[in-house]
């Protein structure tokens, strides 16, 4: 167990919002009506739920994003300051609002719908990074969608001598030369099909930017990782999955413990995949995180 007050420090660069899961029974055509059973509110984001996952297991981050100074952004505030994370680099953007995601989750199916909306104030500008914490954290956690913050972060973090773990969905301007910045380049299976022809080619071209490690999330089918060129392929884990939400999140937050700990990345992304498909089986994306007495009767 890794004791809090002790433990290396993650910053997370990137988006937090409030996210809104509806229980349905199927998804509806067009010009119709369904009925929602259950409703979860509760913050949401890549890089958020992964700080609220990981401060869980006993280590502390600090938050760099923004929110509207509207009452969805006091809620993700909350959310994160709840859960014992730094939010002193929030930025409140005046008159904006703020990120909020609207989902439709089919427990039978174990899959979701995502309605979303940006925050709506300017993206988080390099000069807004709090440079100093950065330099002193283990870890730059970061989904680089303030993509000229997030370059600016991954180039001092590497001068630094920090980690880089990118998680990204989407292939996006300005990604690939933060994949030349990054120690490991996790990604979605719809980044992968937008670079190459299969996961496993994905990972050889990611790799070949310079990463020692690169993994594409598949889902229900698990994933495909590299470790310098090495390349494996796991299933996920076999769960009764109600609610994918913050899934990919939960893995990156399983594998950045593991690097933390020193695992080689074989293990990391076992923990990863296992933590992802625990939180599945709840609804939100933070409802399911596992203890870390669970991860440790696991055996990790």
């Not at 994918?244 to 939960?250: A, K």
């Amino acid at each position: 167990m890794i004791r809090k007050e002790k433990s290396p420090r993650v910053f997370g660069l990137g988006q937090c919002c409030l996210d809104y899961i509806g229980r349905i029974h199927a998804y509806p055509p067009a010009d119709a009506k369904v009925e929602i059973s259950e409703l979860v509110i509760q913050g949401g984001g890549p890089v958020a739920t992964a700080l609220v996952a990981l401060s869980r297991w006993g280590i502390p981050g600090t938050f760099a994003g923004v929110i509207g100074d509207d009452p969805l952004g006091e809620k993700i505030k909350a959310s994160l300051d709840e859960e014992g994370i730094d939010t002193s680099g929030l930025h409140v953007r005046k008159g904006f609002e703020s990120q909020f995601a609207f989902i439709a989750a089919q427990p039978g199916l174990g899959t979701r719908t995502v309605f979303w909306r940006r925050p709506t104030g300017p993206s988080l500008q390099p000069e807004e990074i709090n440079y100093r914490v950065l330099r002193e954290s283990k870890v730059l956690h970061t989904d680089g969608l303030s993509i000229e913050a997030s370059l600016a972060a991954a180039r001092e973090a590497r001068n630094a001598g920090v980690r880089v773990v990118v998680d990204s969905g989407t292939l996006r301007e300005g990604l690939l030369e933060l994949a030349r910045l990054s120690d490991a380049f996790i990604v979605s299976e719809t980044f992968a099909a937008a670079l190459a022809r299969d996961p496993v080619d994905a990972c050889r071209k990611l790799g070949e930017l310079g990463p020692r490690v690169v993994g594409v999330t598949l889902g229900s089918k698990g994933y495909v990782a590299s470790e310098e060129g090495k390349i494996w392929q796991r299933p996920a884990y076999p769960v009764e999955a109600v609610d994918t939400t913050g899934c990919g999140d939960i893995f990156h937050a399983g594998f950045i413990y593991g690097l933390i700990c020193g695992w080689r990345a074989e293990k990391s992304f076992d923990l990863a995949a296992w933590s992802a498909a625990m939180a599945s089986r709840k609804m939100g994306g933070r409802s399911g995180i596992p203890s870390l007495k669970e991860m440790q009767d696991q055996g990790f």
